[in-house]
């Protein structure tokens, strides 16, 4: 693998770094939303939430479609949600070592 591929890899973990943002494919996982469905789920205002969504689709984990004046998002990528599993095996295997240490 070269150093683009590393840096490719590296911009979409930068996009998963939130949780506002991993809030949002987890939200998407379920299906398609319009950003006004979206909006009252996160305590911030229209611009911030717009910032996270445009960081996820910068990277190409979530598309949008415009219908009149609504704009409805979508995972695109959602394969991504295997990284969700594989992060909840780190910190589950990362919880028996402490244990293992705390005896």
């Known amino acids: 693998m070269n150093t683009e591929e ?3 890899r590296a911009r979409v973990m930068k996009a998963l770094s939130s949780p506002v943002r991993l809030m ?3 939200e998407l996982s379920r299906g398609e939303r319009c950003m006004c469905e979206l909006q009252p789920m996160f305590p911030m205002n229209k611009s911030t939430l717009s910032r ?4 996820l689709k910068n990277v190409g984990i979530v ?3 415009r219908k009149g004046a609504r704009c409805f998002l979508k995972l695109e990528t959602p394969c991504i949600l295997n990284v969700f599993e594989c992060t909840m095996g780190v910190i589950r295997a990362e919880a028996k070592r402490h244990a293992k240490l705390a005896k």
């Open 52 to 55: 996270h969504v445009t960081a």
């Open 6 to 8: 590393f840096q490719a």
């Open 63 to 65: 598309s949008e479609r």
């Open 24 to 26: 949002i494919v987890d």
